[in-house]
Structures are given as C-alpha cells and as structure tokens.
C-alpha cells in the first residue's frame, strides 16, 4: 500500500497535514508553503501556491488545488463547513483560530509526546521502508569517513569552532547534501553541557572533547557522537569514559523489537548509577531519526513508545561533570529481530589525538 493508503486507511475523520516533513514524507513534495488534506476514503488533495506549483504536479494520487500565497486563509474559504482534523503539534494557534473563525470545524488528531511530535503521520514514519533504510546507512558510512578523518586532525590549539566547521566541510566533501544539525565539538568544562555550543577558546591538552554530528542523504539524517582525549586524562574524566562506554553496551543490547522504550533507557543507567553518577546522565538514552534529526520513537524514562523492527534510533548515553567534562558516546542504530544493527560503527575505544 502507499503511505497515503496506509494513512487513509488509520482514519476516522479527515486530516488536514501541515507539518512541512509529513507533506514531504506523503507527497515528496518540500516545501514551505503546502498542506494535503487526506480523506478516511483514501482521497487527498494537495494546497499549494505558485512557486510550488510546477513540483506539485509531479504528485500522483492527489487533486491539486493552487492557492494564494495567503495558505490558511485559503484552507479556511476552501474547507468551510466541513470538519476536519489537524495535526495539533505543527499547526499554530493562529492558523487554528483563523481556520475555526472561516467556519472549519476544527477537531485534533496526536499530540506531543514528549519532545517529538505524536500523530497518525508521525506513526506511520517510525518503521522505516526498504529505501529509507538505505539512505540512513548511506548518512551513517559518511559519518564514519567523517570520524575517521577526523581523529587524524590536530586538535590541541584549536578552536571548537574552527573543528566544527572543518566537520561541515568534510561532510560536503564525502558526498552529504547537507549537516543534519551545526556540529557540537565541546571541550573541557565545555563538554559538561550535552548541548553545547563551539566557543573560540583554543582546545587544551588533557582533557576530553565531545564531538556530535551527523548529515543528510537523501533527506534522510545521521547522527553520532564520539568523545575524543587530547593527551593523558584526570582519573575522573578517565573513569567517566569507561563508564559511560559501558552504559552505551548496556543500552544497545537492551535495544529490540517489543522492548519498552523506558526500559532500554533504564538498562543504560545502571552502571554510572552505580558508580555515584547517576544525576550527571540527565537526559533520556536516545531518539528516533529518519527525515528529521529527532523524531520518534523516544528512550527516555517517561517514554510510553515500545520498539519495533525498522525503528531507526540513537543510544547515547552520557555522563557530564561541572567545571571538569563530559563524555558521550552515540551510535545510529536500526532496530532488528535480532536486536540492534549499528549503523555508525566508527571506533568506541578512547582514541587519543594530538
């Protein structure tokens, strides 16, 4: 079946798809400016003004419909007095009340669970399909170029700016169409926040650095994190490696179709809560990644999501100490019948640069 099929077919009211990736994911069609609203009886109509126009209608299995520049005020003349259903995490509350005020009877369809958003398109999105996978494997090897490249680079003396932008431009030159999100190199008391931004104070010797990329192929993204040492390491930080390389282990082999999510989050616990360091692993183990770079499912404590066979997700447990370091370490991995298949698979041993 198509996915407009297998849409239509989770349907009891019509959806009206507003979310950019979702449009794409059911049409092809990118673009800033579309909607596609899908009928329980498998019909569906695509919205979109003129300078989408001669894309969108490469579209099969949809009516095309051209609208103004103005989208919503459109949807509203085109879908009064009709009830439809919307995609609550992508449509804003302004487009809401001027679709209800054009007399659309609006009901929602998914929410937010967690930080990602949870709708029937979103649903359909977790497992991937053949062609999808494929492309994820093509985004992961290029990481692994990319790291590879990488731990042969000079490090000490550098900015992690400077590395950061190097990383986006060894992308370009491996044949990514773009980053899937600005590369984290963090260093030192740097690397104590999972999100760092690259400052421009050069990378000392004997510390850790955090490095955390990934591309985009096909559309589809890759996303991986290795944590590097510039010469010989405090014990601490020594210790917080080995640590942490032991919950991402535990983390993978809890990672299988009919898991609880929650559950492989816990098993990547274990060890660093064991060690005292429990509160410094504060975020869940992993996300889903396919057309975005976090989507679902989610592994994280509160995560209702089970896991399933062609669910793309991340383990990346980490481990992050005020005015000291961090360390995380983060594989792309497809879940399989028989458990986690690593998509990147550049080296987890402590690799030491200059």
């Known amino acids: 079946m198509s996915r407009l099929a297998l849409l239509a077919a989770a349907l009891e009211q019509p959806l009206l798809v507003t979310g950019r990736t979702n449009v794409l994911y059911l049409t092809g069609l990118a673009s800033s400016n579309a909607a596609l609203l899908v009928e329980p009886d498998g019909g569906a109509t695509l919205y979109t003004d003129f300078r989408y126009l001669e894309r969108a209608r490469a579209v099969d299995g949809v009516e095309l419909v051209q609208t103004a520049r103005d989208l919503v005020g459109d949807l509203a003349r085109l879908l009064a007095g009709r009830r ?17 005020a054009g007399g659309v009877e609006v009901g ?45 680079e000079r490090f000490s003396g550098r900015t992690e700016r400077e590395l950061a932008w190097w990383i986006e431009v060894a992308f370009h030159e491996a044949g990514a169409e773009a980053v899937a ?79 609880a999510a929650r559950e492989a989050d816990a098993a990547s616990r274990v060890a660093i809560a064991a060690a005292g360091l429990g509160e410094r692993y504060g975020h869940g183990l992993g996300h889903g990644v396919g057309l975005d770079v976090h989507e679902a499912p989610a592994l994280r404590p509160e995560s209702g999501d089970t896991l399933e066979a062609g669910n793309v997700v991340t383990v990346e447990p980490g481990i992050y100490l005020p005015g000291l370091g961090g360390v995380r370490i983060e594989d792309l991995v497809v879940v399989g019948d028989g458990g986690a298949e690593a ?3 550049f080296t987890k041993e402590l690799v030491v640069v200059a």
């Not at 439809?84 to 679709?99: G, I, N, W």
């Not at 497992?127 to 990481?143: F, N, S, Y």
Request: hydrophobic share 40%; charged share 25%.
């Open 181 to 259: 999100f600005p590369p984290i190199v963090a260093a030192g008391e740097n690397g104590a926040s999972p999100h760092a931004s690259p400052g421009d104070r050069p990378i000392p010797a004997g510390t850790l650095v955090t490095v955390d990329a990934g591309c985009v192929v096909a559309g589809y993204c890759s996303d991986c994190t290795r944590t590097f040492a510039t010469g010989d390491l405090p014990a601490e930080l020594a210790r917080a490696y080995e640590l942490c390389l032991r919950a991402q282990l535990d983390g993978l082999d809890a990672v299988r179709p009919g898991a």
């Open 343 to 345: 998509l990147t698979r």
């Open 84 to 100: 439809v259903d919307v995609e609550a995490a992508h449509l804003s509350l302004h487009a809401y009340e001027r679709l209800r």
């Open 108 to 152: 929602q369809a998914g929410g937010l669970a967690g930080d990602v958003a949870d709708g029937p398109v979103e649903r359909l999105r977790r497992v991937k399909e053949p062609a999808e996978l494929d492309a994820v494997r093509r985004a992961a090897a290029i990481c692994d170029e990319v790291f590879a490249r990488l731990a042969g």
